[in-house]
């Protein structure tokens, strides 16, 4: 009977402690979820990348892109968490050679392959730009994947741009985003407590503009820049079996690096350093709060965590073959010329130059015209034409700009109109009043 009794009492005790392990079990499981889910409180990673260009002449911005994307993706970041915008008309473009690839390098890699056709074609606009980078779901709902930077106050958040630019706004294939509407939405993303930390590369001519003197330092947003405020940027790599140029000097100066480097030791000054040592074509800036340097690239470039699979590793060095921005179109046709296999075929480029010569003369005298109606002296205007001033004035630039754009010429389709912004620049800057250039603007180009 004791004996049996002893039996029960053994079972009994087994019994009990399978339970208190099972509860021991259970509270450590407990712990551990707890664990796990301040971990995601931590904070995730997003990244919104745009190219605001189209055609197969700025097949460059399009491919800058698409590396960028390749970075982000075998760096961890999933593609729910990248939103990427760019028209999408070069993969298969009929002048592409190679259909349905995408390279950024000479001899390079299939850069397009994978890539989330987030917004496309006419879905490429500053507007969509905006709601998507401050996480408007409802703004974004029914056009085109509906993605947006959901992100919250514990997020890291990752923009680039590869862009055609000019003094305060880069350009879109439909109208222009200013500088002034991206640092407000900055502003009330900050408010919101839309982000932890933000990082900006913007490569674009005179992209500087979009910062200086309005991107405070101290709310958490560092930005980098491919050229200051007065400056083209460069085109590189011209490819002589594509006919275009496949980069952007600054571009595929940081995404190169970021293809060999550990970015979860490499920081944001190191990259910057080596990218403006590298970059001699034009002045690479940063702008924001600089303290942010010392955080690894992994925090923006990848999902935070570790450094993985470098899938593209052609740093076979090849001459960059660098040209400011502007002159890009014209350098194409003139190679096209130069080799072009019939009479027929020289005949045609040859006319195409011609063309595009005469409409930028045209665009320099309407342009001179506007300067001579706003200013008083010959001299005064002369100065206007020749100087570069820094823009700080941006309420006057911005409606005067504007103005330009629907009055003379439409500046997200005349690229040549954006590098005679810098004369409505000095206008501001000399404080010939707003009112007195759109009068310019319409006395020249009304008439
Ligand atoms: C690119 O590939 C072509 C064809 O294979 C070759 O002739 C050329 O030398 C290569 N160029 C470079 C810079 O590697
Ligand atoms: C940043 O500095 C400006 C100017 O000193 C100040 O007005 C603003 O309140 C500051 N913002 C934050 C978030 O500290
Ligand atoms: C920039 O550096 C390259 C390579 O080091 C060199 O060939 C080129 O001449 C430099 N360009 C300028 C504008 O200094």
């Known amino acids: 009977m004791e004996r049996g009794a002893n039996m029960v009492s053994t079972g009994h005790l087994l019994v009990l402690c399978m339970l208190l392990s099972v509860a021991l079990a259970a509270i450590t499981n407990s712990f551990v979820r707890e664990n796990v889910i301040e971990e995601s409180q931590v904070g995730v990673h997003w990244a919104l990348i745009v190219a605001g260009s189209n055609g197969y002449y700025n097949y460059r911005h399009q491919a800058d892109i698409c590396h960028a994307y390749q970075i982000l993706h075998s760096n961890g970041i999933p ?48 507007e969509n730009f905006l709601k998507i980078l ?11 994947s509906g993605k947006v930077i959901k992100s919250g106050p514990n997020d890291d958040v990752f923009v680039n741009f590869a862009d055609h630019g000019a003094p305060g706004i880069v350009a879109f294939p439909s109208g222009e985003l200013t500088a002034s509407a991206l640092n407000d939405a900055i502003q009330s993303m900050h408010d919101a407590r839309k982000y932890k930390k933000m990082v900006f590369y913007v490569e674009a001519c005179e992209s500087g503009s979009m910062f200086s003197n309005l991107l405070p330092t101290n709310i958490s947003v560092y930005a980098t820049t491919a050229a200051n405020g007065e400056e083209s940027s460069y085109a590189c790599y011209y490819d002589d079996f594509r006919d275009t140029y496949l980069g952007d000097v600054y571009s595929v100066m940081w995404m190169e690096d970021s293809d060999v480097a550990d970015l979860s030791k490499e920081t944001l000054t190191q990259q910057y350093q080596t990218v403006k040592q590298k970059t001699n074509t034009s002045h690479v800036m940063r702008f924001g709060d600089e303290s942010m340097g010392t955080l690894p690239l992994i925090k923006f470039e990848g999902d935070g965590k570790s450094a993985i699979a470098k899938p593209l590793q052609e740093q076979k060095t090849v001459p960059l073959d660098a040209i400011p921005s502007p002159d890009v179109k014209l350098s194409i ?72 754009s629907t009055t003379c010429f439409p500046l997200h389709k005349v690229e040549y109109a954006l590098r005679q912004l810098y004369t409505l620049v000095n206008l501001c800057e000399e404080n010939i009043p707003p009112s007195m250039t759109i009068e310019a603007i319409d006395v020249a180009c009304l008439h």
């Open 79 to 126: 593609d729910e968490r990248i939103v990427v915008m760019m028209y999408d008309d070069i993969a298969y473009s009929e002048e592409n050679p190679t259909q349905g690839i995408i390279v950024n390098h000479i001899n390079g890699s299939d850069v397009y392959r994978g890539v989330p056709k987030d917004y496309t074609q006419e879905d490429v606009t500053p």
């Open 333 to 404: 046709l003139s190679k096209r010329w130069t080799k072009a296999p019939t009479e027929a075929d020289r005949h045609k480029y040859h006319a195409l130059i011609k063309q595009e010569l005469k409409l930028r003369e045209y665009i320099d005298t309407r342009m001179r015209q506007v300067v001579d109606f706003a200013t008083k002296s010959t001299e005064q205007a002369d100065r206007i034409m020749s100087v570069r001033h820094q823009l700080r004035d941006h309420d006057c630039y911005e409606p005067v700009m504007h103005h330009f």
């Open 134 to 144: 401050q996480g408007d779901e409802d703004g974004m709902k029914g056009i085109g």
